[in-house]
């Protein structure tokens, strides 16, 4: 029964596929060992991709900049040097910018889905 008003939030929530973590001649050993397949999201990658727990708690970016650039965040580390310049570019000189919760809403999946 709390009214938040325009400051409501919901969960920005983006699906990370265990299959795009790890090298393909792996995952067939993996898939079914379950708690190998959960502990996963822990542990370092085997392919490049924009979910890395060790480039999201140590990495150069916060969590929101990573979130909403998850391409940029990227190439800044696993491009090459032109690529990881033009990267860093999208994210100037400092912190990207909370959006605004009006822009928040547009960017959640569940609202782009349902018009």
């Not at 060790?54 to 916060?62: E, K, Q, R, S």
């Not at 965040?73 to 860093?88: C, E, H, N, P, Y």
């Amino acid at each position: 029964g709390i009214d938040v008003g325009a400051d409501q939030r919901n969960p920005l929530i983006v699906p990370v596929r265990f299959r795009d973590l790890i090298r393909p001649e792996n995952y067939d050993r993996f898939r079914w060992k379950f708690f190998r397949v959960h502990f996963q999201f822990v542990m370092a990658n085997e392919r490049p991709h924009a979910y890395d727990f060790f480039m999201i708690a140590c990495g150069p970016l916060a969590l929101v900049q990573r979130v909403f650039r998850p391409s940029a965040a990227l190439d800044i580390a696993t491009g090459d040097v032109v690529t990881r310049a033009r990267a860093w570019k999208q994210f100037g000189n400092g912190p990207v910018p909370l959006p605004e919760s009006t822009e928040i809403a547009t960017m959640e999946p569940a609202r782009q889905n349902s018009g």
